[in-house]
């Protein structure tokens, strides 16, 4: 199964995405950060807030789903990146919360999912290193199965776009 149109990278604000669901760079308490963990819960409105209350939280590398409430994405997808400190774990983890999402997308029959980078803002996860996993996971997710149809990497800066933009060209071509 081809990747090319499945698979894209741009730059912008997650919480204006319509897809079905956007994934949050949660903490493990899913109530609400710094980040992209709080703009999402500030778009989303205090119900997200009042429905991850009601979850207990998410391990380092697995993934809840919620509703999106006063986003234009109908859920979010919470996954809990690892705090990077250069263990070989880190990177098993960070692969495991694309696994999940997808998998939880894939379940809930979700077509469309936007990422951000995961762990890449205050957790210290290194760009590229990060980039290569979150490409990688999501390329054999894909390869294997129908579900999701699309996945965008929603990137806040040019210059995380542009480290985002050599794998995909090569995985898609």
């Known amino acids: 199964m081809t990747l090319k149109g ?30 992209v963990d709080g703009a999402i819960h500030r778009a989303a409105g205090p119900e997200l807030l009042a429905e991850c209350r009601t979850i207990g939280g998410c391990p380092t590398g697995e993934a809840r789903l919620t509703k999106g409430y ?21 990177s098993r983890l ?7 999402s997808l998998t939880l997308a894939m379940d809930h029959g979700l077509q469309t999912l936007a990422f951000p980078a995961i762990s890449c803002g205050v957790y210290g996860y290194p760009i590229a290193d990060a ?20 996945v965008v990497f929603v990137l806040f800066s040019a210059a995380y776009l ?12």
Do not use: K, W
Request: glycine letters at 10%; one cysteine or more.
């Open 6 to 35: 499945r698979l894209e990278a741009r730059q912008g604000d997650i919480t204006r995405m319509a897809v079905d669901a956007i994934v949050n760079a949660a903490n493990t308490s899913l109530l609400g950060g710094g980040g």
């Open 70 to 90: 006063r986003l234009p994405a109908r859920h979010v997808i919470h996954t809990v990146g690892p705090v990077y400190r250069g263990r070989p774990e880190d």
């Open 94 to 100: 960070l692969a495991g919360c694309y696994t999940h």
């Open 131 to 150: 980039c290569r996993i979150a490409v990688d996971s999501c390329a054999t997710f894909m390869g294997s199965h129908d579900t999701p149809d699309r």
């Open 162 to 173: 542009d480290v985002y933009t050599r794998p995909l060209s090569f995985r898609v071509a």
